[in-house]
């Protein structure tokens, strides 16, 4: 079995091919056959993705009942005040789905890698720290819309006890096998 640890960069599609849209994939980065994203990463989503043939270990990491958290770093725009982060924490109404309880907290801001499409505001901004169990398409874009707040930024820095670190944008690292024993 084989277990990926990758920084995603901006971008970049978070599977091995295109289907014709001209994007950057997995495949420009990582030359391992038979691995597949265990979650994904939108387009303009950058961070850590975890990559494997387990078949077993995808499922588990991308259904929601075994309770992964996600770690993120979210740059919005707007005032994310007590509550708005409260309203979030609790849970959002998003269509036809209310999202779980998750962790929402204002934080210093980070020190990331430049992205090579600079962040442009149109106003304010601050940094949230996001934990999320479970993984709904654009889920975090979604939620901070709900409450008033435009997602201008994320930045995934863990699933799990797995963290992203020091590793370099584009760059990829096999799991020790200790942190192959915590993701299971």
């Not at 479970?134 to 819309?145: D, V």
Request: hydrophobic share 35%; net charge positive.
């Amino acid at each position: 079995m084989r277990y990926i640890l990758f920084n995603k960069p901006y971008g970049v599609l978070s599977q091995f091919t295109d289907e014709g849209t001209g994007h950057s994939t997995l495949k420009d980065f990582v030359n391992v056959p038979n691995v597949y994203a265990a979650g994904r990463l939108d387009r303009d989503s950058e961070g850590l993705l975890l990559l494997t043939d387990d078949g077993g270990l995808i499922k588990r990491l991308t259904d929601p009942k075994h309770h992964i958290e996600k770690t993120y770093l979210v740059m919005v725009e707007g005032d994310p005040t007590p509550e708005k982060l409260t309203q979030l924490s609790s849970g959002v109404q998003l269509k036809e789905h209310f999202t779980r309880p998750a962790s929402f907290r204002l934080i210093p801001d980070p020190q990331l890698p430049q992205r090579p499409k600079p962040v442009t505001p149109h106003g304010p901004t601050a940094w949230l720290e996001v934990k999320l169990r479970e993984g709904k398409k654009r889920q975090i874009r979604h939620m901070t819309a709900a409450v008033g707040l435009f997602t201008s930024r994320i930045y995934r820095v863990a699933i799990g006890s797995i963290k992203l670190e020091t590793l370099e944008v584009g760059k990829w690292r096999d799991l020790t096998s200790d942190e192959v024993k915590q993701l299971r």
